[in-house]
């Protein structure tokens, strides 16, 4: 075996390849001042990277061995490593949600610091990855930074959502991967880093795409913005912030769920592996560029113009006149409004929440706090000025219908009148109501039972109710002739009515000394000694 030098071969001498490496030094730096990149960022990528994710097709497809794929998902889907989440069902109830795995299980009432949280290690991924667990990913590591950035959308437009969002970052360079959730309805974008990013460029680039996906199609909500991952800037001072379902789960890949779609196809990949190794990432300094370049979210008074969507060359034309309805707000029909006028009124009908920054800022969880608090009802505050200058053209009119919507008034009962009929039942003003007792204030026994006694003028089957005489609980019927009045017996037909438990009735002393009240079923109002009703 003979060793040829580079030297030999092109006759060059040692001191010419001195010189050589020493020109070639030098253009190396000067292309680093003019790309503005460390010597960190410009060096070659390790083995591993190299072999995962920059050798063209990838060394890992389907065929690859399953201890290269298990580093391959670990090294891509990099998340902390002393936590995760296992996903549990309840078949008899229904009810399903996430937990972290803790060794001997969940129990409540620990603390965080107090538990013992099982690591993220390569059996857990394997495990996975074949269908035994579904773990949850927790992605903000700890400096605040995160390896990739997830955008979940739900609903039933939910996969229309997710695709305005690729659109978005295709017009912006960053490179996503658009994979169909558990359930098979939801989506969820991906958008991967050479090396951990701080949250907040992250999320800044999310939400940047977030806004221009929301310029294409009006009908997204801004709830979108609480369903980034990570979900917060910093990390909390007592937790470790939210989880994400991690993709390419075994038992739902063969229902082609947690799988990466094609979106010329929008099919499953029929190699996953083979297209998350092809999967461009970006660098750091490339996200904070994208992040730049895709601006922040405008709300409120902040919004003063219509900004045009970038990432599409399609400009629908705003009608010369929108039709507008002046009531307790400005009511506008959607028909007549485009996708980037509509996104721009429901900007400016929001706010910042300022409970979402201010525990954001106190390292104190967000979770179910939304980021933006919206109004949708348009406002006349929010909404005059910005529909005056919907248009290039400040002059441009707004039609306005000569008429108010009155609002509907409450329907009032009407009014008892001598020739309406009456139950055939009648009860004294202020008494309790049929099957209740109530203790008056000399301490007799009040009672409200219906008092059913036969007419002599009747058949045995017909019963009649006494009337109510004025100053006395109940008055005798009129008799008839000189047949004695026979003994008040219940009626078989009704139920027997139990006695319930006396209760005081508290009352303030004010208004009246307490009464002692049998509280029935339902309850029952009884008028007190000044006028006052006491329950």
Known sequence: ?????????????????????????????????????????????????????????????????????????????????????????????????????????????????????????????????????????????????????????????????????????????????????RSGTGAHAWVFFTAPVPAEAARRLGTGLLGEAMSLRGQMSL???????????????????????????????????????????????????????????????EAVAAANRAGRVTVGSGVERISAAASTKTRPECPPVIHARLGPGIRLEQSELTPVLLTTLKRAASMPNPLFYERQRLRISTWGIPRFLQSFEMPPRSGRGVRARRQADPGAPLARPDRHPVPARQARRPHRTASRPRSAHHYLPGRPRPGHDCRGRQGRTISARPDYRRRRDAGPARAVRRSPAPGGDVARPRRTGSAPARPAQRDPRLPRLRRRRPVAAPWPAAYGRRHEAWNGRYGYRRRGVNGMFCR
Not at 82 to 105: C, E, S
Request: net charge neutral; glycine share 10%; charged share 25%.
């Open 223 to 285: 709830a979108s913005y609480d369903r980034l991952f990570p979900s917060q800037d910093t990390l909390p001072a007592s937790g470790v912030g939210n989880l994400i379902a991690a993709p390419l789960y075994g038992k739902s890949r063969r229902d082609g769920a947690t799988v990466f779609l094609d979106t010329a196809t929008m099919e499953p990949c029929e190699d996953q592996w083979a297209f998350l190794s092809t999967l461009g990432r970006m660098t750091p300094r």
């Open 1 to 181: 075996m003979v060793n040829v030098s580079r030297g030999d071969v092109r006759g060059e001498t040692p001191a010419e390849m001195a010189d050589e490496l020493a020109r070639l030094r030098t253009e190396n730096a000067r292309l680093l001042r003019l790309l503005r990149l460390t010597r960190r960022e410009a060096a070659p990528p390790g083995l591993a990277q190299a072999g995962f994710f920059e050798a063209p097709p990838g060394a890992v497809h389907a065929g690859s061995p399953p201890e290269i794929k298990v580093a391959f998902f670990g090294a891509l889907f990099a998340a902390r490593t002393d936590i995760y989440a296992v996903r549990w069902d309840n078949a008899r109830t229904g009810q399903k949600g996430w937990l972290p795995a803790v060794r001997g299980g969940w129990r409540k009432g620990i603390r965080h610091a107090d538990r013992d949280y099982l690591p993220l290690t390569a059996e857990v991924l394997a495990a996975h990855l074949s269908g035994q667990i579904h773990i949850g990913l927790y992605p903000l590591l700890d400096g605040d930074r995160c390896s990739w950035l997830a955008a979940d959308f739900d609903g039933t437009a939910a996969m229309l959502d997710a695709l305005n969002y690729i659109k978005a970052a295709r017009a912006l360079g960053v490179p996503a991967g658009l994979e169909v959730s």
